[in-house]
Structure formats: C-alpha cells, structure tokens
C-alpha cells in the first residue's frame, strides 16, 4: 500500500475514533482561507480536533491560519471544516497539501467547498468583493497527483472539464444574489508563492484571462476532483494584484480585508450549506 494510503488511513481512523460516522458523517467539506475562519462560530460543534493531534496531518505555519479539524452541523447538515489549510510555498509536498481534503472526503464527503483570500486581476474589483471560481490556471508547477496513480481514488488522467461544478457554482450565484453581495466569477490563477506577483507577472495573468491570483486552492481542487468530489470555490479579493493600486501589497491588509468580511462570509456558507442537495 502507498505511504499516502497509509498516512490518510492513520488520519480517519483517528478522526473517526474520536466522532464515529454513527454520530456524524460528514456530506460536506469547507476549507477556510486566511481570515475566513469565524465560520465555525456558526457551526454546532461535535469535535474540534487539532491537526497537530491527527497523524498524517501538519500543522499551517501562517498567520491567520488556525489548523482545526471541526466535525459539527450547519442548520442540521453534516460537515466537516478544515480551519486553516497546508500551502505549497510552505515547502510540503502537493500530496501533503492535499491530504487534509483527501481525508474529509474519505469520511464520506462528496461536496467540496474551498474558500481563500485571493488578489484581484480586474481593475473594477474592490477590496472585500467575492469572486465565484468558474474554473482555474495552475501555474503552480506542480499537481497533487503527481507519481504512482492511486486508482482507489481516480484515473489516471482525471478529466478537468468541469472542475468546478456548474450547478453548485449557479447555486452560490443565487445566494450571493440574494444577499445583495457584490460579486464576480471568473478564472483563479493557482501560483506558488510566496512572493507576490510582480506588476509584468499580473499583466501576464491578465492576458491569460485570469480574473483572480492566488496561492492555493488549485491542489485540493485537482485532488477532490481525481476522488470524484463534486467542487466550487470562492475568493475573497482581499486586494488588487500588483501593480494595479497605488498600495504595496502585505499579508496584513489580505488578512484585515478578510476580516472585515469575515461574517458576510460566514453568512454566505450558511445559506449556501443548507441549500446544496447530497445523497
Ligand atoms: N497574489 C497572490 N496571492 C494572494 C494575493 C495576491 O495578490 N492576495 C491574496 N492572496
């Protein structure tokens, strides 16, 4: 058996130990970008486990990411929230970055929503806007699924037509609507990190016709969709991409911006969770 198999395996056996499926079993996973984490204030809590207790699971080393595992209910719907995510620029490996995902969909979730803080590529954006991710560019220059194929998990060559479900990505349409919320959709440029963009870099991802930069996300999709997950994603644009304001850029305003947004946030999965259909 592959480590990774191995590694998940340790992961779920101990999660499931601690909240077994016959008490909760998650339908829906959540992952929490910077700042975006006071979501869990509005979950009604079955465990909270810290990843530095899940073997297999390693601890987030940035600011603002907190590194819970939470299994609980939204408005009577089974979930599970990953505060706070692994990034590539952290030096982990794509499977690691991937491994918390891969776990919550190994606990029986079939639904995927990935948030994040993102830098804007469209001038009209403003900080705090929302951006509905249609569909990504990975210039990360790597993938998850990178080595031997898992085949208990998907085929070889997974097929990306679709990443991003088109039905649930309509259904957060709705409810953004519905809260009067202003938004975009578009495409999420996936790059490594750490550095910022630099200003030719941001006019490159522009005429890839990239709508939002950002250093995460891309993995997990890539992984939850070789396991068959159905994905969406939001951003959060936390800031214009360089270049494109007179500001420089720091992790400090990505995080205050998402903080002052933290709780529409928070509403929307709310209202977005008690509307998506599972099995
Ligand atoms: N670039 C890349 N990642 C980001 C940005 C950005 O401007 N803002 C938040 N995450």
Sequence with gaps: ?????????SSVAYIRAICPPSKLK?????????????????????AAIPYTEIPG??????DGHKGRLILGHVK??????LQGRI?????????????PVRTAALLGCEVMVLTNSAGGLDPAMRPGDFMIIDDHINLMGDNP?????????????????????????T??????????????????????????ETPSEVRYLQMLGGKAVGMSTVPETIAANHLGLRVCALSCITNLAAGLSQNKLSHEEVTETARAVEAKFGQFL???????ETT
Aim: charged share 20%; proline share 7%; net charge neutral.
């Design 1 to 9: 058996m592959s480590s990774i198999v191995e590694s998940l395996e």
């Design 26 to 46: 998650p339908r829906i996973a959540v992952v929490l970008g910077s700042g975006l984490g006071s979501f869990v204030n509005q979950v009604d809590v079955e």
């Design 57 to 62: 699971f390693i601890p987030p080393s940035v």
């Design 76 to 81: 009577g719907v089974p979930i599970v929230v």
């Design 87 to 99: 990034h590539f620029y952290e030096g982990h490996s794509m499977a690691t970055v991937a491994h």
């Design 145 to 169: 699924l990178k080595g031997p194929n898992i085949k208990e998990f998907g085929p070889r060559f997974p097929d990306m037509t679709e990443a991003y479900d088109r039905k649930l990505s």
């Design 171 to 196: 259904k957060m349409n709705e409810v953004l609507l519905a809260m009067k919320v202003k938004f975009y959709r578009g495409v999420y440029c996936g790059v490594s990190g750490p550095t910022y």
């Design 270 to 276: 709310v209202d977005f969770i008690s509307r998506v």
